[in-house]
Structure formats: C-alpha cells, structure tokens
C-alpha cells in the first residue's frame, strides 16, 4: 500500500492564514511607524519655524526696544507670520491679526514646503505705556490626520537685559 506524502488542504488553509495575520500586523506596524515618523518632522520643521521667530525678535528689541514694545498690548497683540521673516522686517510693518483664509490659516511658512503650517505671534506687555517686560508666545501649529498639533514657545523680553 503506498502513502500519498504532502499537506492537506486543512494545513494549507492554517498556514495561509497565520501568513496572512502576520503580514497584515506587520503592514499596520510600518504604517504606524511612517505616521510617527511624519509627525516628528513636522514637529522639527515647526520647532524650527518657532525658533526663527524667537531670533528675529531678539534683534527687533535689541534695536529699538521703544518701537518693540509699542507693538505689544496688555491684551496681547496677535500677528500672522506665515510669510518669511528677513533681517528687512521689522515688526512695526506687520499687520496685526490671527493667520485666516485658507485651511483656517494653515498655508504654510513662506514658500517652503510643505504649506500646513500656521506661525503666529501674540505680543503681550505689562503695563499700557512704557512697559518693561513684553511677553512673545510663538505657535506653530498643523494639522495632521485631522489631530491639530502645535509647538509653542514663549519668551519674555525685558528693557534691562
């Protein structure tokens, strides 16, 4: 009597499937991983949009602490820094007011990409005239996947330093 050797179809079907659970945990892991990844820079790429906003205010209240503060209130004044910021900007130039339009604000820092980001500045000081401390919270915020992440930082300049 001769015996057929080989899998059954019960095995194959066992097999296949325990291949196909472990692929398909494997797929959502890399994707997972990707998601994370994505996220992360963006959270760099905002952090440094932040930072850029923190240097240039530096030199703003370095150079004329008079005017700087001027552009500060005790509410806080919110200003929209989507647009690059060069050494030629200078804060009295601005335009008060939230980032709106498009994606609720979000359009993007400059021409760089990519255009998810919203930068704005609230500029808040201590007393309504002659004041010696002006608060600056940056945000940079987007949104991805529908979850709105931001990255705030703030710094208090001072007329003593």
Same mark, same amino acid.
């Given at each position: 009597?001769?015996?057929?050797?080989?899998?059954?179809?019960?095995?194959?079907?066992?097999?296949?499937?325990?291949? !196909?659970?472990?692929?398909?945990?494997?797929?959502?892991?890399?994707?997972?991983?990707?998601? #994370?990844?994505?996220?992360?820079?963006?959270?760099?790429?905002?952090?440094?949009?932040?930072?850029?906003?923190?240097?240039?205010?530096?030199?703003? $209240?370095?150079?004329?602490?008079?005017?700087?503060?001027?552009?500060? *209130?005790?509410?806080?004044?919110?200003?929209?820094? /989507? &647009?690059?910021?060069?050494?030629?900007?200078?804060?009295?130039?601005?335009?008060? &007011?939230?980032? !709106?339009?498009? /994606? #609720? &604000?979000?359009? &993007?820092?400059? #021409?760089?990409?990519?255009?998810?980001?919203?930068?704005?500045?609230?500029?808040?000081?201590?007393?309504?005239?002659?004041?010696?401390?002006?608060?600056? $919270?940056?945000?940079?915020?987007?949104?991805?996947?529908?979850?709105?992440?931001?990255?705030?930082?703030?710094?208090?300049? *001072?007329?003593?330093?």
């Amino acid at each position: 009597m001769k015996k057929n050797q080989g899998f059954t179809i019960i095995e194959l079907i066992i097999f296949i499937t325990l291949l !196909s659970t472990i692929l398909v945990v494997a797929a959502s892991y890399v994707t997972r991983l990707l998601y #994370n990844m994505t996220t992360n820079e963006h959270r760099v790429k905002a952090r440094f949009y932040a930072e850029e906003v923190v240097e240039w205010l530096n030199g703003e $209240r370095q150079s004329d602490w008079q005017a700087f503060q001027n552009e500060a *209130s005790v509410a806080g004044t919110v200003y929209c820094l /989507n &647009g690059t910021i060069s050494l030629d900007t200078l804060l009295q130039d601005l335009t008060p &007011g939230a980032c !709106s339009g498009t /994606n #609720n &604000g979000y359009v &993007g820092v400059g #021409n760089r990409a990519p255009k998810i980001f919203k930068r704005e500045l609230t500029l808040t000081k201590n007393t309504a005239s002659n004041a010696t401390q002006v608060t600056a $919270r940056i945000t940079v915020s987007w949104v991805d996947r529908d979850i709105e992440y931001s990255v705030p930082i703030e710094t208090i300049y *001072s007329i003593y330093e």
